[in-house]
């Protein structure tokens, strides 16, 4: 297997090659997929050691707050527990992916402070380790919408094959939230206090607990032109045996290359200061 000290990233020099070390950071950081899936497995074996149920706690938690809630408010609104739970379950299943990356994606390259001053690495790298801790954790939570989706009879389609895709989009799209809150989160550290709270707002103004088709008048740019709606609904839909609407794919691209766009132009100004600033 590839050793972290191999992946030396080239001292940067002027403008133009400072965008160039911030390219082969990424490149090279996906690339190394041997280092960072490895990193990823221990993190979470290194969390749950000496637990009996191991990161399943997790999905016990979930299945808890899914399960009350729906119950709950699909009384409250008069829908059926079989609509409304695979519904709001397969929301939540997403929601946690996205929201727990961008949380510790903030917090990832001040965390790996001794590992950074030590060798010179790929920040992606260290992002993309988060990303996959938490895409394991997605599938040891999917057991609970594997139940859902008996108890409310959700069918299996063509469509649900669309996951897949919709799936790695999603997480495109939060490895480069991740570097690019990583490195801002360096230099101003109270930015991983605002995206904490900017994500506990986001949950409730973003179509998971509730439907999109709820929405009238104004309100419907809640939806329209929240991009995390889009980012979430192309995996949910799919989940639901349901084709995403072309806005969605979209606006998850367009926003996948702006994303990246923006990433690249951060790396390059700030990435030989990062090291200063931890």
Not at 166 to 184: K, R
Not at 194 to 203: D, F, K, M, P, T
Not at 248 to 264: C, F, I, P, S, Y
Request: with cysteine; aromatic share 12%.
């Amino acid at each position: 297997m590839q050793s972290i000290s191999a992946l030396n990233i080239p001292q940067s020099g002027p403008t133009a090659s400072r965008y160039a070390v911030a390219l082969f950071d990424i490149i090279a950081g996906i690339q190394a997929i041997g280092i960072w899936g490895r990193l990823g497995w221990r993190e979470n074996k290194r969390r749950y050691r000496r637990t009996v149920f191991g990161p399943f706690w997790t999905t016990v938690s979930l299945a808890m707050f899914v399960i009350a809630l729906g119950l709950v408010w699909s009384n409250l609104w008069h829908t059926d527990p079989k609509v409304y739970l695979p519904f709001l379950t397969s929301g939540m299943l997403c929601w946690a992916l996205l929201s727990t990356i961008c949380a510790e994606g903030a917090g990832g390259i001040v965390g790996n402070e001794p590992l950074i001053k030590q060798l010179r690495i790929s920040y992606t790298l260290l992002a993309c380790a988060t990303v996959w801790r938490n895409v394991i954790v997605f599938f040891h939570n999917l057991s609970i919408y594997v139940l859902i989706c008996i108890y409310g009879g959700v069918p299996f389609t063509w469509a649900t094959l669309l996951v897949v895709p919709g799936l790695l989009l999603l997480c495109l799209n939060a490895l480069w939230i991740a570097v690019f809150l990583g490195a801002v989160c360096a230099r101003y550290r109270d930015v991983q206090q605002l995206v904490g709270n900017i994500l506990q707002i986001a949950l409730f103004l973003t179509p998971i607990l509730w439907s999109a088709d709820q929405l009238t008048g104004r309100a419907t740019i809640l939806a329209d032109y929240n991009p995390l709606h889009h980012l979430i609904a192309i995996v949910r839909e799919p989940m639901m045996g349901k084709a995403p609407g072309t806005l969605h794919w979209v606006v998850v691209l367009v926003g996948t290359l702006l994303g990246w766009a923006l990433t690249v132009h951060v790396m390059g100004k700030f990435r030989h200061r990062i090291v200063y600033w931890l």
